[in-house]
């Protein structure tokens, strides 16, 4: 009899669900939507169960898997908060979803599911050891580690994105200085070089004619298609992110020494160049006997649904 | 029947050998020796190998272990180098050793066998997850994960001392600049201290006392020594190995979110104002959800001896 496998993935301003059956690697049916402005927890969860139902269509799923975009403590399924949307603070999404739909549920956060879903269906697959690296408005990671998640002691790791690259570097949200996030994300691409041109008025520039003279305009994507034009402000604006997430890399090369490290994520479509600067500054943060390779995921934005289908496959023993 | 363990500690300078018998914690015996001026890996093994028979007397080992202070492949037990000792490079460690005691063998390096023993002996006992720190000439670090060794895709992982915490900082052997090691190792406070002091030769301190004027004498101990005086430069010397340590300890905590870090090596001896700095560096480096402590290794230098140990147990299934 066919396993049906529900996964939900409750992201910061959309959600996603897909339907998947056991063993098979294409969705059965899978649906979107964007969460609608002044949503909170309850509205979210509520459309979420909609989009399930409607996916299952009164077909019992044999568990359901969830990815939540922020923290959750996995062995509980509760999660902490969300950084997005009000009212998920202590909110017992693993009950919430194993009452609704009969079934058991499995929780975790969006990066570590990413992970899963690209060692069981993207560009992990066959490897021991990865770390999955998410850059887009924020950096985000999470672990496969002996071919299995690695979630920490208080569901907590894979913070790659709140590791030090320069401690004397600009003020992060989390209260350090100098994070990779601080120095890699998207908005901070945007933000450098928006800081740049203003400082230089009269500069006339590719990034300058592409967003119209409109420095607010100004997203990673910009920057990256100005740089790809040979703007080398732009150019220089990109590199630096990607020198940081290189620092930052091959630290944890040397500290956890996984296989492979798979990059998503919005900031990482930013073209050849970035990501050979990427795997320059990595290489040289890391010892010389320490291997790994750096490669794009797969699965795209859909890596953590799939990563909930496999966490399913996991837990139930697949 | 006992079952006797054989446990050997190559070590930089001084060679150790134990025997233990399956689940007891005591030694039946134990033998040292310092390496002579002008060894060679082949004297060292010589050496080594009468301690173990003459531990033995006779007595046939069920399995031995073995430490060896330099880069271990692993699965195969055959040594990359030794930093300090001639002739290692590439020798078949394990399978010379099995040969010579006609049992099987296991090589790992000696900060992953720290970690292992002290977390089947010392004071990761209970603990799901740890770093092992080793904090002396050198800064090494070995991981338990899961409650097993995480030796990383190469056999590398638990490289800690090779850690980026200042891009700016002095450049290290490693080629780097800022590592860890370069900051917070023994002879790095003990060459800060010096130069403080050169630059200053009229300065009267603890220190300038304690070493009766011969900066050339300064080592980390008596930094510490002269710290624990109250002399606030000698202070300062230390605390930035301190912070440097506490800054790689807080990446790392984000990173992989182990329960704990257990600190051992001679350095870590420099009194409770040492660890206090370490701690409170770490604490502001993590982020508020990611918890932690930072404790002191329980089995000093026979860490690495009872990891031997532990390490045949675990993989011989006791």
Not at 27 to 43: E, I, V
Not at 125 to 140: C, E, F, H, K
Not at 186 to 198: D, H, K, Q, V
Not at 229 to 240: S, T
Request: net charge negative; hydrophobic share 45%; with cysteine.
């Amino acid at each position: 009899m066919t396993e049906l496998i529900l996964a939900l993935d409750f992201g910061g301003t959309k959600h996603t669900a897909g339907l998947a059956a056991r063993g098979e690697h294409t969705w059965r049916g899978r649906r979107q939507m964007f969460s609608p402005p002044g949503a909170d927890a309850d509205l979210d969860l509520a459309a979420m169960l909609s989009m399930g139902q409607a996916l299952l269509s009164g077909q019992q799923p044999a568990a359901v898997g969830v990815s939540f975009g922020g923290p959750v403590e996995y062995s509980t399924g509760v999660v902490r908060l969300s950084h997005h949307v009000p009212g998920w603070e202590n909110k017992p999404l693993r009950r919430i979803i194993a009452d609704a739909f009969g079934a058991p549920a499995f929780v975790d956060n969006d990066a570590n599911l990413g992970a899963i879903g690209e060692h069981r269906f993207g560009a992990g697959q066959g490897y021991d050891s990865l770390l999955y690296i998410t850059v887009s408005t924020g950096v985000g990671g999470g672990w496969v580690l002996n071919g299995r998640p690695w979630r920490g002691h208080d569901s907590m790791a894979g913070e790659f994105g709140h590791t030090v690259v320069d401690p004397n570097g600009p003020p992060c949200v989390c209260g350090g200085r100098g994070c990779v996030e601080r120095l890699a994300a998207g908005p901070m691409i945007a933000r450098r070089a928006r800081e740049w041109l203003s400082a230089e008025p009269e500069r006339d520039t590719a990034l300058r004619r592409l967003v119209k003279h409109d420095l607010a305009a100004i997203d990673a994507q910009a920057v990256a298609q100005a740089a790809a034009r040979g703007d080398e402000m732009a150019w220089e604006a990109l590199a630096a992110s990607a020198r940081a997430l290189g620092q930052a890399i091959g630290n944890a090369a040397n500290l956890v020494n996984p296989q492979r490290f798979v990059l998503g994520g919005g900031v990482t479509k930013s073209g050849a160049r970035y990501w050979d600067a990427i795997r320059a500054s990595a290489r040289s943060a890391a010892m010389p006997e320490v291997h790994f390779d750096i490669v794009p995921a797969h699965l795209g934005d859909d890596a953590p649904l799939w990563g909930a289908v496999a966490l399913v496959e996991i837990e139930t023993g697949a």
